[in-house]
């Protein structure tokens, strides 16, 4: 059963940064999708980034972004720490949410939370204005 476990939020003013990062242990796909999700109160969960992870060297690591975070947001992976992170710069107001990393050892849609297995507690980020 693969855990994760994310850090890194907190309260930021409108234009300022901060890096989530997310460990994860007992999971170690031949493939499979890592993503940032995020929840605001009222509203479904929706996907920020995704890194599709590339299978014995072929293909590079795919990246993927909601249009409203892209060139805002960059997620990478460290495959030798099990961590993910996505860095987030010249944050907004409605960036305010819980987020969430994920993951699945299945490759589909990267946006969609019924793609993934795996869930993390969430840590919530605040932007105020």
């Known amino acids: 059963q693969a855990q994760l476990a994310e850090s890194g939020g907190g309260s930021v003013q409108a234009g300022g940064s901060l890096r989530l990062s997310c460990v994860v242990s007992?999971?170690?796909?031949?493939?499979?999708?890592m993503a940032w999700f995020r929840q605001a109160p009222g509203t479904h969960r929706t996907g920020v980034a995704a890194?599709?992870?590339?299978?014995?060297?072929?293909?590079?690591?795919?990246?993927y972004y909601r249009d409203s975070v892209r060139h805002r947001f960059t997620i990478s992976r460290d495959s030798s720490k099990n961590t993910i992170y996505l860095q987030m710069d010249q944050l907004k107001p409605e960036d305010t949410a819980m987020y969430f990393c994920?993951?699945?050892?299945?490759?589909?849609?990267?946006?969609?939370?019924?793609?993934?297995?795996?869930w993390g507690q969430g840590t919530q980020v605040t932007v105020s204005s």
């Open positions: 994920a993951a699945t050892a299945e490759v589909s849609t990267w946006s969609s939370p019924g793609t993934y297995t795996y």
């Open positions: 007992n999971f170690s796909p031949r493939g499979g999708l």
């Open positions: 890194v599709y992870i590339a299978i014995n060297g072929e293909n590079e690591n795919t990246y």
